[in-house]
């Protein structure tokens, strides 16, 4: 078992008109791909365009839990 810590990003930490109830997890070592399909849901859902000012924000949103 592996004690490495999980990066997650809760999209209903923020607000917004859907009241997005989305939260995502992956391994610390996969981050990026957190990112990647943050910053996709974040256009997808909400809207939002993609840009490094974007995933610069979804990277600050990311917090960390113990395995």
Do not use: T
């Not at 999980?6 to 607000?15: E, F, L, N, R, S």
């Amino acid at each position: 078992m592996s004690n490495e810590r999980w990066a997650v990003i809760d999209c209903g930490k923020y607000p917004s008109e859907k009241n997005c109830q989305l939260k995502m997890s992956v391994p610390e070592s996969h981050l990026e791909e957190l990112i990647e399909a943050s910053a996709s849901h974040a256009v997808s859902a909400h809207g939002h365009e993609d840009s490094p000012e974007l995933r610069s924000l979804l990277r600050q949103g990311v917090q960390f839990e113990s395995a």
